[in-house]
């Protein structure tokens, strides 16, 4: 099991010209850097992630692994031969600086936090490569929100990323991405614990909000298919139906670790995504792509479809093929075709 770290990195300067005091980063490592330093692989995490990639629970750490069998001693990413280090991302509530993080003043953050984008996530990234003493990444891998950074990190940093691995995500946050957060963001805004994002210390928090949220959110990351096979319009004996039961639990679930504030902040953050912002346009930002891009997409996802990553690959033809991971589980299929996945990892890498 890794032990969480953290990284003081000062002070950062946002996309929108506002300069965030004193920040840290939560990372996690495994294996060591070797003598030439060039087998450094950063995993970036998803918006409810943070940089527990696997292991048990433990002190600090109330969840188990995120991604657990993907690193390890004779794993897709194994440690004897990688350097592998995963960030908390900035907003994040699990160690690195975001919304429930003290401010100069000592109060948390609350309303006051800025608004983020995914590059200013790149940009903490950044910095913590630098605390770390690494100059070039060989991979950086990332799915969902993570993929939005492991796209965003070549483009950012050209002479830093060997390869980006880019699953289950997109170039630019969707119309349809959007609109579906929309009412995630106005269940935890609209609910009177929020307090104007002011909770903290209050002995309140808008976990009812947030709950919500997590039901919306949940139904998409998973497929029609498999919530029809595996729910169907069984009943719960109490007027009831087991999909709700099962939409309870996740909400439940997230709702007792994770900070709706820190919610609300990175799915702003990840709406605001779109690597052709002043870059021309999408295709002409990867038109000047350095790095090798690796693109896979889930083929039941609805969430992110197929289609908008295949919009990468028809922008830099040069990459490659379009890698479809099958599975019925859609958006999620990235983390439970742990095989499928895992071995397109190992591949790139070792390629």
């Not at 969707?174 to 307090?195: F, G, K, M, N, V």
């Amino acid at each position: 099991m890794a032990d969480r770290l953290f990284a003081p990195i000062g002070d950062l300067t946002l996309e929108s010209g506002a300069r965030l005091p004193a920040v840290q980063v939560a990372y996690e490592t495994w294996g060591r850097l070797n003598a030439a330093r060039d087998n450094a692989v950063l995993i970036c995490h998803a918006l409810t992630g943070d940089a527990h990639v696997v292991g048990p629970t433990g002190p600090g750490q109330p969840t188990p692994g995120w991604w657990d069998g993907l690193i390890g001693t004779g794993r897709y990413v194994d440690p004897a031969d990688w350097f592998v280090v995963a960030a908390n991302v900035l907003g994040g509530c699990q160690g690195t600086t975001g919304p429930s993080s003290p401010a100069p003043d000592g109060k948390a953050w609350g309303s006051r936090f800025p608004a983020i984008t995914i590059r200013d996530q790149v940009a903490a990234e950044a910095a913590l490569t630098d605390h770390l003493g690494i100059d070039r990444w060989a991979a950086v891998i990332g799915g969902s929100m993570g993929g939005m950074r492991a796209i965003e990190w070549p483009l950012l940093h050209p002479d830093r990323v060997g390869t980006a691995i880019v699953l289950a995500s997109t170039g630019y946050a969707s119309a349809e991405q959007i609109a579906w957060c929309s009412p995630q963001l106005a269940a935890i805004e609209q609910d009177p614990a929020w307090q104007g994002g002011d909770y903290y210390g209050t002995g309140t928090a808008p976990v009812g909000g947030l709950g919500i949220a997590r039901r919306i959110a949940h139904v998409t990351y998973r497929s029609e298919y498999e919530l029809a096979t595996r729910f169907g319009r069984t009943p719960q004996g109490d007027g009831r139906f087991a999909v709700e039961s099962y939409l309870d639990h996740h909400a439940g679930k997230l709702s007792a670790r994770f900070d709706p504030g820190s919610y609300v902040v990175l799915t702003r953050a990840m709406n605001s995504h779109d690597i052709g912002r002043d870059r021309g346009g999408l295709a002409t930002a990867l038109q000047g792509l350095r790095s090798r891009l690796v693109v896979a997409a889930v083929d039941s996802d609805r969430l992110y479809p197929s289609r908008l990553s295949s919009e990468l690959i028809d922008a830099r033809p040069d990459t490659g093929p379009l890698h479809l991971i099958k599975s019925p589980y859609g958006h999620d299929g990235f983390l439970i075709e742990l095989d499928q996945v895992g071995a397109l990892v190992a591949e790139t890498l070792n390629s």
